[in-house]
């Protein structure tokens, strides 16, 4: 008696014991793939076995993406560019790693280096201010949607005056004689262009803009020019064709870059990519053409593909459309044909006649042999 009370104690202990214990599979186990994505539109994927290819889905079609790998844990870790996923609203996106498919919860798109690129246009004085005219560039997402830089207080702007001295206007450093200054927005096609307007007596040599939270060296946020005496104008027709009359002076075009100058001003291109065109029309020459398909094939997505139609189905219209033979008929390799005497059309196919006793097949039926013998 003692030995079976002491025997279910023993069971009891057990069975508790491995009730509490974590579970073997969970300390032993490779942790899952983990994904994550960024208002940079950059993306993270943890925990891969190996390095493999990455692609994002794009529209309806999957683009390699370039980015860094790391070791972590024993494990691989894939760091995307900036601006792989440029959606305005929170989005669901799908990435693919070899042969693996994952889904990623993008955040709405908000600023990435790599979208942005500035150019400055002029730096001059006039009657004691000085002006820093610059361009920032869009980033088009299709044809009614663009990405526009509208934060020129994020930058930093410094001047190098004609004595020397170094000025800087920006978040985290503010010269006290370059604190007071006023911009001006102009939105264009494209682009917009900002005015850096201040107060000085001081002649100024360069205006340089830059942005310090992105890499120089790899985006291009920084632009650096001399400034000069711009020649002054009263019209358009006083100025070089790629510039305009502005505020008399003639200020040298940012056209976008989809844009070309036309007359002193920036005019869109009919297109500059398969994507500004119709999907039965490809972009050449900054202008959509239709696409010339042969005869078996179909405009799809910017290119000509080959139908595929069945044995049943002929090509119309750069289509597949299906064959309507009459009684006795049958689909061969894209036509009606005549069936054999001794056969029959179901389905579109011919079927050789099974006649009975004393039957012949004749003119697609089975017929008595008497009457085809004597004709009753």
């Not at 405009?299 to 090509?315: F, P, S, W």
Request: glycine share 6%; proline share 2%.
């Amino acid at each position: 008696m003692i030995k079976k009370e002491a025997a279910a104690i023993i069971i009891v202990a057990i069975t508790a014991l491995v009730a509490f214990l974590p579970d073997a599979g969970s300390q032993l186990g490779i942790a899952a793939v983990e994904t994550s994505c960024r208002d940079t539109g950059e993306f993270v994927i943890r925990n891969l076995d190996e390095k493999e290819g990455v692609y994002a889905r794009i529209g309806t079609n999957w683009a390699e993406v370039e980015g860094e790998w790391r070791d972590e844990n024993n494990r691989k870790t894939f760091r995307s560019e900036e601006a792989v996923f440029i959606s305005p609203k929170a989005s669901r996106q799908s990435v693919r790693v070899g042969k693996s498919s994952y889904s990623l919860n993008c955040p709405a798109f908000v600023f990435s280096c790599k979208l942005i690129n500035i150019s400055i246009n002029a730096c001059y004085k006039r009657n004691d201010t000085f002006y820093g005219r610059f361009t920032a560039y869009s980033l088009r997402y299709d044809k009614q949607n663009e990405f526009r830089f509208e934060k020129p207080f994020l930058l930093d702007y410094e001047i190098k005056t004609s004595d020397g001295k170094e000025l800087t206007h920006g978040p985290q450093i503010l010269s006290p004689e370059f604190r007071q200054i006023a911009m001006s927005r102009a939105k264009r096609v494209g682009s917009n262009r900002f005015t850096l307007m201040w107060n000085t007596t001081k002649d100024i040599e360069r205006f340089t803009v830059q942005y310090q939270q992105c890499d120089n060296q790899k985006y291009n946020f920084y632009d650096s020019v001399e400034c000069t005496d711009l020649p002054t104008c009263a019209s358009n027709s006083e100025c070089a064709p790629n510039e305009a009359c502005e505020d008399n002076l003639c200020i040298p075009l940012s056209c976008g870059a989809c844009q070309y100058t036309a007359n002193h001003a920036c005019a869109d291109y009919e297109c500059c990519g398969n994507n500004d065109c119709a999907e039965s029309e490809e972009c050449a020459d900054n202008k959509c053409a239709s696409l010339n398909c042969a005869y078996n094939e179909a405009a799809a997505e910017h290119e000509c593909r080959q139908l595929a139609c069945g044995n049943d189905e002929y090509i119309f219209n750069g289509t597949c459309a299906e064959l309507e033979c009459e009684q006795h008929q049958a689909a061969v390799n894209h036509v009606c044909a005549e069936c054999g005497q001794d056969e029959t059309s179901e389905n579109n196919q011919c079927t050789k006649l099974s006649c009975g006793f004393l039957k012949k097949a004749k003119g697609h039926e089975c017929a008595s042999i008497f009457r085809i013998l004597f004709g009753k």
